[in-house]
């Protein structure tokens, strides 16, 4: 089993940064897909961000050049740096584990979220 746990979320003004980091509870980013997904009201969840255990990453157009993912292997965290943040980006950030074809167990692990808002 492998466990993620989010921090970072918060309140913060149009324009503003926030960092949001990922815990994972055992060593998977050499097997595992990891990704940044959000969810506002009445919204399907949609990928914001990934990274794959080569190192390639993906980001959602909306985010492109104002998101950046990264990981540190050694620390088993993620992260997602948010820069020049908007209001439509006020959403339930999650965490998320994908297997690749290199992982024991095919399961898809989730966090519970952190909930980001940006407002004036």
């Known amino acids: 089993q492998v466990q993620l746990v989010e921090s970072g979320g918060g309140l913060v003004q149009p324009g503003g940064s926030l960092r949001l980091s990922c815990a994972a509870s055992?060593?998977?980013?050499?097997?595992?897909?990891m990704g940044w997904y959000r969810q506002a009201p009445g919204k399907q969840r949609e990928l914001v961000a990934a990274?794959?255990?080569?190192?390639?990453?993906n980001y959602a157009d909306s985010v492109k050049g104002r998101f950046t993912i990264s990981r540190d292997n050694a620390k088993n965290m993620v992260y997602l740096q948010m820069n020049s943040l908007k209001p439509e980006d006020t959403a339930r950030y999650y965490c998320?584990?994908?297997?690749?074809?290199?992982?024991?167990?095919?399961?898809?692990?989730w966090g519970q979220g952190t909930q980001v808002t940006v407002s004036s």
């Open positions: 998320s584990a994908r297997p690749t074809v290199l992982a024991s167990s095919n399961k898809y692990y």
């Open positions: 990274i794959t255990p080569g190192g390639s990453t």
């Open positions: 055992r060593s998977i980013f050499s097997a595992y897909a």
